[in-house]
């Protein structure tokens, strides 16, 4: 089968390209960074019995994107499940950010997924089958004084998958949703953290292991699950003092 990784130079994108090859699936890797992704197109090719091919494209741009799935729409016909394990941050992220910070965070992080979604969702509506797999998270469940406009983003995010299920219930498209505590990746890299990050690698392995559910919604680490219930049922007074938890 043919899998779109968005986001594949590194962390878990570069290992869902590393267990999708090695299950023998073709992959089309999306990244701005070309050089990383051609030497992670070689090294799958070389160990794994997957062809490879690369597209270079800014997805903070939203006008990149869209060009990109005008040029590649007769491609992404042969398409038959897509991920998005992309995202932004900013370290000066807050309600002060200027129109170009807060846009492109806002692009990267939902605007152009849910405009990528919505392509790949005609095209597998038409072949009445695909996979669409979105990453979330824990920061979308609770205001913040940083990483304001992130956290917002990906609560949109979260909202725009649970939409996407309920509009897929008669299809025969899947669609996952992975709501993400701290893993060990480029965004946590340096960073010093109240609770232990979670391993890519791991959790590219339960992607992979539940690509043909008709739904799933996941917390990774699990613990994620429990910790992001208390802070829907809180009251705020109460949530202010365990901010810092999850920053």
């Known amino acids: ?24 699936h073709n992959l089309t890797l999306i990244s701005r960074d070309e050089r990383d ?3 992670l ?14 597209d270079v494209v800014d997805c903070s741009s939203s006008e ?19 991920l998005f394990p992309i995202g932004m941050i900013f370290e ?20 152009v997924v849910a405009h990528f979604v919505s392509k790949m969702s005609e095209i597998f509506k038409q072949k009445n089958s695909g996979t669409i797999v979105g990453f979330g998270s824990v920061s ?16 949109a995010l979260d909202s725009f998958f649970e939409s996407l299920a309920f509009s897929n219930i008669k299809t025969n498209i899947k669609v ?4 993400l505590g701290y893993l060990d990746s480029n965004l946590t890299f340096g960073r010093k953290l109240v609770l232990p990050k979670g391993s890519t690698k791991k959790l590219a392995k339960i992607v992979y292991k539940n690509i043909n559910k008709k739904y799933k919604k996941v917390y990774f680490p699990y613990w994620w699950a429990a910790i992001s ?16 938890v999850i920053k």
């Open 64 to 82: 990149k994107v869209n060009a990109y799935i005008k040029s590649s729409f007769a491609n992404l016909k042969d398409i038959d499940g897509v």
């Open 229 to 244: 219930y208390i802070l829907l049922i809180l009251p705020f007074f109460i949530i202010r003092n365990l901010i810092k």
């Open 176 to 179: 996952q949703f992975y709501v």
């Open 92 to 111: 000066d992220d807050n309600i002060q950010n200027d129109i170009s910070k807060t846009n492109d965070l806002i692009q990267a992080n939902y605007g």
């Open 37 to 39: 992704t051609l030497a």
């Open 1 to 24: 089968m043919n899998y779109l990784i968005v986001g594949a130079s590194s962390g878990l994108g570069r290992d869902l390209a590393y267990i999708f090859a090695k299950n023998s």
């Open 41 to 54: 197109k070689a090294d799958i090719e070389n160990k794994f019995n997957s062809k490879v091919s690369i």
């Open 140 to 155: 979308a469940y609770l205001g913040r004084d940083l990483n304001t406009t992130y956290a917002a983003s990906k609560r």
